[in-house]
């Protein structure tokens, strides 16, 4: 599919036709409304072409410019500009973060307190595990003893 127009000149387009709109004493909505008919394109698109047009042009176009939304990066370094200390950082750590800090004997109670679980635990298997194999040997002395 080939192109018919320049990269661009559409949007240029748009711009002339509502400008000249403006300029007979329409407001920006009609205008928009009045080109859409003419062109056969939606308000919508007329519009974000115009602005699109407008923004590129030396002082806007005329077109005042509303301030953006701060992302969420730029508000926490704007948090740590304010309190002097870094923002808490929300979210799953990233891959290459270092493990957290902590005294010597906080990590060799965690050490111990994980190892005697685990002791636990293995010993519960085990219980279980001789359980089964009693109730294994039961089932198997009952065949025997009907025939099977």
Not at 114 to 134: D, G, N, T
Request: net charge positive; glycine share 8%; charged share 30%.
């Amino acid at each position: 599919m080939a192109a018919t127009a320049t990269r661009g000149s559409i949007g240029k387009a748009s711009y002339e036709a509502v400008r000249k709109h403006i300029d007979a004493g329409k407001k920006a909505t009609e205008a928009f409304r009045l080109v859409a008919q003419e062109t056969g394109r939606s308000t919508a698109t007329v519009q974000t072409a115009y602005y699109r047009v407008a923004r590129s042009l030396p002082g806007g176009g005329g077109v005042q410019l509303r301030p953006r939304k701060k992302t969420g990066a730029k508000r926490a370094s704007a948090k740590v500009a304010a309190a002097g200390k870094p923002a808490a950082r929300r979210g799953r750590p990233p891959k290459n973060a270092a493990a957290p800090t902590g005294s010597a004997a906080a990590i060799a109670r965690d050490l111990s307190n994980a190892a005697q679980a685990l002791v636990a635990h293995i010993s519960r298997l085990e219980s279980e595990l001789a359980e089964s194999r009693k109730d294994r040997e039961r089932l198997a002395a009952i065949e025997r003893a009907l025939g099977r």
